[in-house]
């Protein structure tokens, strides 16, 4: 039996790494392949670029960027998602405040760095505290963002600032959904989750303990498994 494709999304300055859990441990019942979303300012043209090499129907999975991103794709070729599963993300429209502290962002990162944009900001906000001092996790997310660079990071904050709301539209999606975040996740919470699944006729809500932004990385065994379920 062909197993079905899989595409997963990253987050902002994340990449293949992000999801290493999942590709290997869904590889039996799917055929995970990690996308690059750092190509384009736009996510109507991040869509449209994925929709062309894409297979003719897929299972999709998105990360906070990746989540929004996987948005686009479902308003520009709902009929060929199969499965979504929307991770700490948001549905909603940038805040004024949210788009001011993301220019804020990438002005610190284009005068002294990633790295230090990572370790001193944005680290608080993308782990369970608890999570925090695991130096082998905090090095993976300063490496993903080292490796995407500053041009990534650019079109990513363009995009995201620039995104439509999506709330509207969720009562439409009728394939299998999974919406899961971490329940310490600040930057979309839990609230936010349950708020997309709410809307998403016959939608599974998972809040993972133990973890912030990053669930995939934080606790991967309770993301795929949860993954297992949905894709099943």
């Known amino acids: 039996m062909k197993r079905p494709p899989l595409l997963l999304l990253p987050g902002t300055l994340c990449d293949e790494r992000l999801w290493a859990h999942q590709v290997n441990h869904l590889a039996d019942i799917s055929e995970p392949q990690v ?136 009562g439409s999606i009728r394939c299998p959904t999974l919406v899961l975040c971490g329940q310490q996740d600040v930057l979309c919470p839990p609230e936010r989750h349950e708020e997309i699944a709410a809307q998403i006729p016959g939608a599974t809500l998972r809040i993972v303990e133990n973890c912030g932004h990053m669930s995939t990385l934080e606790q991967p065994q309770v993301v795929s498994s949860a993954m297992r379920q949905w894709l099943s």
Do not use: C, W
């Not at 990438?106 to 925090?132: D, Q």
């Open 35 to 170: 996308v690059p979303v750092g190509t384009d300012a736009s996510l109507g043209a991040l869509a449209e670029r994925i929709l062309q090499t894409a297979p003719p129907s897929f299972a999709l999975a998105g990360l906070s960027f990746g989540g929004i991103l996987a948005f686009e794709i479902l308003r520009q070729a709902p009929e060929r998602v199969t499965h979504l599963a929307l991770l700490d993300t948001n549905a909603r429209a940038d805040t004024e405040a949210g788009s001011q502290a993301k220019h804020e962002q990438l002005a610190l990162a284009s005068s002294v760095g990633l790295e230090p944009l990572l370790r001193e900001k944005l680290m608080p906000l993308y782990l369970a505290p608890g999570n925090l001092h695991d130096q082998t996790l905090v090095q993976t997310i300063v490496d993903m963002a080292v490796s995407n660079g500053i041009d990534v990071f650019r079109n990513q904050v363009e995009a995201v600032i620039h995104r439509p709301d999506s709330l509207a539209g969720l």
